[in-house]
């Protein structure tokens, strides 16, 4: 015997139900004996089928042509389905040793043999194949728990309903104008929602049905199908060969007929059926699904199918792909997919109404590079989640073990600063929030215990942990990494909100590196500027900021440190909170080159003269230093924060640009034309001189309203309602917090400018002094 092959006949998944074929040095096949080292697979073919069915000569010949067969590496004692899926296929003029070169290979090998049909397995439809692939499967018994997942509020579905509707209402009139039918559309950044608000989307059609047109009422039945590109029905090399209306077609099959109600695999369900492929058009498809739910229906009832496509920007991916590495023929899949989809949008009025939901992280892809002739696409928006809709989904977990009140009713859970802080830096990422749950959920006791002991809980520890799972998600440091350039950029428009297009690109040097394409392969969110602007925002949460800290080292240390979540210093947490974002914002600019800058860019959205304002000084990288004394004192400091009772909070010392005078930047207790008078009078030596030269310039910051026409020179008035556009739109959120949890009483003073004039309170203030 020159080789003994381990075989399986495929569905079968257990060793026991294998056998072995033995070659020898001359073998019998047909009419003919072929050597050891002559034998090629279509020879081991005729050896197989003659070994399991057997027959007349002629017959054995033809139907073994028909076999498939799989080579399979495999260790015996630890053999899975996914190993098969796996498998090489032996194709019939290849030589037996291209596969197989030695004993040892073969030994640890096996050989997955696909047998033809019978007479008696005649396939003439979709579902003749389906119970075909359904041969000794197994039923798939799922463990039905409670319903744990997280619900969304305020998804805005009604424009979505509104658009499904005309499209039906088309439909049933024949309107002819294929623009008027619409497929829908969630595109954005991985992580904002896109796939659960089509599941939500699903659920309010089936739940809610006033959508439901006259022709359909009593009448309707409504099927939702769910097919992921890129988990379960991945496209790859087999699909090569195949057409795109097939390649949809098999998923949705698969979907429908097979997926949770059978332990199979797509991979498997595709090879079982391999020899069937050309029936499963998507036509075939949806008229086997009308069929077979019509056992079960009334006469003519209609039949809505609502077909999510999810991560659709694999499709173009793939075909690049193959066509690239492979030389596949081009197939413009998306486009042929969603013409044959639109399909069945539109009239005259049939018994099967398909609407087709994509979601994905390539919007543009479906604007410009394959549009499909004649239908339209409408983008649903899917927002991140505001602070009201995250406290509602906290709440929906908190209800449920009856949480603890205050005397006045509201929830103690709702007050707790620190938790309420963290769901803010999720910057309403439903992916961020669903980890900062996970982790809150974690200590020992679950929900209930987190509700319970709320205000003992380690929040900083939280916030690193969910740090590091959105790093593992998204691998934002290999992103920082490949162009570090780009990085500040993504950073600084963050941060400052600077509104930008799709074409925008970033980085001179990396013209393909567009605002489009980033928001495809990296992980930008974007928000429009306003519903009609082509502008947008991007919004990075506050962890994603952290993580490029990490990596950019605007600051020196983890900037989940320098910005804790759980603050103690009650008293100098605004203080020192400023003067870290003064820090942080400076270091930025100047990692991106900038050497100099306006007061009017350093402090946006402050009120103050023009003159003020116009002042250009040198920029310095700036380390937030603490005052071992209270002003005044005698050693001056690149940035100091004052302890209780002292004139100023913070400053900081820059060198005007235009000459060489000095201003300093300070803060106010009594009124701010005191506090110049004050804090160079209450100087000596070194740190007297230095103030002696300085042009004193006071920043305050107020959460009461001000009147713009109350101005002077030499001082700059931050209003809350301005906080937006000096902190940007993720540091805003904690300025918030920290103004409305920290209050310094004695920092809060009244300053009249004369007594004819409205009464300003400066609530808080930040020193700044510059050389």
């Known amino acids: 015997m020159a080789m003994s092959l381990n075989c399986l006949l495929l569905g079968k998944t257990s060793l026991s139900d294998s056998f072995t074929v033995n070659l020898y040095e001359t073998n019998n096949v047909g009419d003919s004996k072929v050597l050891f080292n002559s034998l090629k697979i279509g020879d081991l073919k005729y050896i197989i089928y003659n070994e399991v069915r057997g027959g007349n000569l002629n017959e054995v010949k033809i139907n073994c042509k028909k076999m498939t067969l799989w080579k399979v590496d495999v260790t015996f004692g630890d053999f899975t389905e996914e190993q098969i899926n796996k498998g090489q296929e032996l194709i019939a003029i290849n030589f037996l040793s291209n596969y197989f070169k030695n004993k040892d290979e073969a030994d640890k090998s096996l050989i997955i043999v696909k047998l033809p049909t019978t007479a008696q ?360 990494e490949n162009n570090e350039k780009l990085a500040l950029e993504l950073l600084y428009h963050s941060i400052d909100a600077i509104p930008v297009s799709y074409n925008t690109c970033l980085d001179p040097s990396k013209q393909d590196y567009t605002i489009e394409k980033l928001e495809r392969d990296s992980h930008i969110i974007l928000n429009p500027c306003d519903h009609y602007s082509f502008e947008f925002t991007i919004k990075m949460p506050f962890f994603f900021i952290c993580l490029y800290n990490d990596k950019l080292k605007i600051v020196d240390r983890e900037l989940e440190e320098v910005f804790p979540v759980q603050n103690e210093m009650y008293w100098q947490s605004w203080e020192i909170f400023v003067a870290n974002y003064d820090a942080f914002r400076t270091n930025l600019l100047i990692k991106r080159g900038k050497k100099s800058a306006r007061l009017g860019e350093l402090y946006r959205g402050a009120h103050g003269t023009q003159t003020t304002l116009n002042i250009e000084v040198e920029l310095k990288e700036l380390t937030v230093c603490y005052a071992k004394e209270q002003l005044p004192c005698v050693k001056p400091m690149d940035e100091e924060l004052n302890s209780i009772g002292a004139s100023s909070e913070a400053f900081i010392i820059r060198a005007i640009v235009q000459n060489n005078n000095l201003y300093y930047l300070s803060g106010t207790a009594e009124s701010l034309k005191k506090e110049h008078i004050k804090n160079l009078e209450g100087t000596t030596g070194e740190l007297h001189k230095i103030f002696s030269q300085c042009q004193h310039i006071t920043i305050a910051f107020t959460i009461q309203p001000f009147d713009d026409t109350i101005l002077t020179n030499n001082c700059l008035i931050i209003m809350k309602s301005n906080f937006k556009e000096y902190f940007g739109p993720t540091f805003a959120s904690r300025a918030t917090f920290y103004m409305t949890k920290d209050i310094n009483h004695g920092s809060i003073e009244n300053y009249e400018e004369n007594s004819s004039r409205k009464k300003v309170k400066l609530d808080f203030s930040v020193c700044e002094r510059s050389l």
Request: hydrophobic share 40%; proline share 4%; net charge negative.
């Open 121 to 480: 397995e005649t396939v003439e439809t979709v579902m003749d194949a389906i119970n075909i692939a359904l041969k000794d499967a197994i039923t798939s018994v799922d463990i039905v728990g409670p319903d744990d997942n997280m619900p969304f509020m305020e998804r805005d579905t009604d424009e979505a309903i509104r658009m499904i509707i005309r499209n039906i209402n088309n439909n049933l009139k024949y309107c002819k104008s294929k623009t008027d039918y619409d497929i829908l559309v969630s595109g954005g950044a991985p992580g904002i929602g896109k796939t659960r608000y089509g599941e939500e989307l699903f659920k309010h059609l089936e739940n809610n049905q006033n959508w439901v047109p006259s022709e359909w009422k009593n009448n309707l039945h409504i099927v939702g199908l769910y097919l992921d590109f890129g988990n379960g029905c991945q496209l790859d090399s087999y699909d090569d060969e195949l057409t795109p209306t097939v390649i949809i077609g098999l998923r949705i099959a698969f979907t429908f007929f097979i997926e949770r109600k059978y332990k199979m695999k797509f991979e498997t369900f595709r090879r079982l059926i391999w020899e069937y492929r050309d029936i499963f058009m998507i036509s075939n498809v949806f008229l086997s699904i009308y069929n077979h739910i019509h056992i079960t229906l009334q006469p003519n009832q209609q039949l809505f199918v609502f077909l999510h496509i999810d991560e659709f920007q694999l499709i173009d991916q793939w075909e690049s792909n193959a066509v690239m590495k492979r030389q596949m023929a081009i197939k413009q899949l998306f486009k042929e997919m969603t013409n044959d989809l639109a399909s069945f949008l539109f009239g005259p009025p049939s018994r099967i109404f398909v609407q087709t939901f994509l979601s994905g992280t390539a919007p543009q892809l479906v604007k410009s590079t394959k549009k499909p002739a004649g239908v339209s696409f409408t983008f649903v928006n899917c927002p991140q989640l505001s602070l009201r809709a995250m406290l509602n989904i906290a709440n929906h977990y908190a209800q449920k073990f009856d949480p603890e009140t205050f005397d006045c009713g509201t929830y103690k859970w709702m007050l707790c600063q620190p938790f309420l802080q963290l769901l803010e830096d999720t910057g309403g990422l439903p992916r961020a929030l669903q980890y900062v749950l996970d982790e809150c959920f974690k200590i020992e006791g679950g929900e209930n215990e987190f509700f319970e002991k709320i205000y003992k809980q380690h929040f900083n520890t939280i916030f690193y942990n969910v740090k590091h799972h959105l790093q593992e998600r998204y691998n934002i440091y290999k992103t920082i």
